[in-house]
């Protein structure tokens, strides 16, 4: 815009100063406005905490939130792919710890929440999005994998919130964002407990946005369609279908194709970032049109 504007080069001198003098007012004000809207989405010296983040949607996010300023805590259960992606997180500039933690034990939870805050010394944003699934209906899924379902996607965030919410509160205040799904929206075939545990997660963020709001703590949900990731591709050998068919099948919605874990990121810096200062308590479905 301003650049078509620009284009008309004026022929006589002192039209010509007056030119130069108008461009350089007008790239100072570009200028001034590219570092309004690069404050509102700088994570600068922001602490976030980023479950599983060895792999998929957590590592694409917590990498983001690295490149946009935040030193992140990575968590995960998988120590070696933990270690592996906040070195890769290093090596492009980025400040990262990793924290082995299993986030349905409360213990760990606690601990790792704890050393987290010694390190770094606050906690401005909170990514819950540590997931399994298992596709199984009622009646072929056993107690023990319930169990697992519900814990790792739903009753974690419980964990993790209630010992870093004291943390943001002495803050100031902070981002709370929870991976919820697709399927926390409408129901999806075996996948009982799964879509029992995102429908808890999305009604669990606007219950705990009603409650921290006043401490300034904003609570969103990000649901994402098909994302391509270790997760979705194993979904096809628990289902017993051919990777490439169940990938095609997939994609079809209505922007033609699985989503990256960098559509997630985006939108989950979204809700880090002060651009998402009025948000809380909501769902940002990012689906490719999946839900539409
Ligand atoms: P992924 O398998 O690539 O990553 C999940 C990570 O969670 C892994 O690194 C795993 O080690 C970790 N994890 C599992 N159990 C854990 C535990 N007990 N403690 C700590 N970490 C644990 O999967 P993804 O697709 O990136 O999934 C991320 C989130 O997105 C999940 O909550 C998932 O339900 C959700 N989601 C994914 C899709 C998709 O299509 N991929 C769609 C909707 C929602």
Redesign the pocket.
């Known amino acids: 815009m301003v650049e078509k504007q620009l284009d008309h080069i004026p022929q006589r001198n002192n039209e010509l100063v007056d030119y130069e003098i108008e461009k350089f007012r007008k790239l100072k004000n570009m200028d001034l406005k590219n570092k309004q809207i690069l404050n509102l989405i700088s994570l600068d010296g922001k602490v976030a905490i980023v479950?599983?983040?060895?792999?998929?949607?957590?590592f694409a996010t917590a990498k983001l939130l690295a490149e946009m300023g935040a030193i992140i805590g990575l968590?995960?259960?998988?120590e070696s792919?933990g270690i592996d992606a906040t070195d890769q997180i290093k090596k492009s500039g980025g400040k990262a710890e990793f924290f082995l933690?299993?986030?349905?034990s409360d213990f760990e939870c606690k601990k790792t929440v704890e050393a987290i805050y010694k390190e770094f010394g606050k906690i401005d944003v909170l990514f819950n999005?540590?997931?399994?699934?298992k596709r199984k209906s009622v009646l072929d899924l056993n107690e023990k994998d319930w169990d697992l379902i519900i814990d790792?996607?739903l009753k974690?965030i419980y964990l993790l919130s209630r010992h870093v919410i004291p943390i943001m509160i002495k803050g100031g205040g902070g981002s709370i964002i929870n991976?919820?799904?697709?399927?926390g929206i409408k129901g999806g075939p075996n996948a009982v407990a799964?879509c029992a545990a995102?429908g808890g997660v999305v009604n669990m963020t606007r219950a705990m946005a009603i409650d921290h709001g006043k401490h300034g703590i904003r609570v969103n949900c990000i649901?994402?369609?098909?994302?391509?990731?270790?997760?979705?591709r194993?979904e096809a050998k628990q289902l017993g279908i051919d990777e490439e068919t169940f990938m095609k099948e997939a994609a079809e919605r209505p922007l033609n194709r699985v989503?990256s874990?960098q559509d997630i990121a985006n939108a989950v810096l979204y809700l880090a970032s002060d651009l998402s200062s009025w948000v809380t308590g909501t769902s940002i479905i990012v689906d490719g049109g999946g839900l539409a």
């Open positions: 479950t599983g983040a060895a792999s998929g949607i957590g968590v995960d259960i998988d792919k933690c299993d986030v349905t999005n540590a997931g399994v699934i790792v996607n974690s991976t919820g799904s697709g399927w799964y995102k649901c994402p369609g098909d994302v391509d990731t270790p997760l979705l194993d989503g874990p």
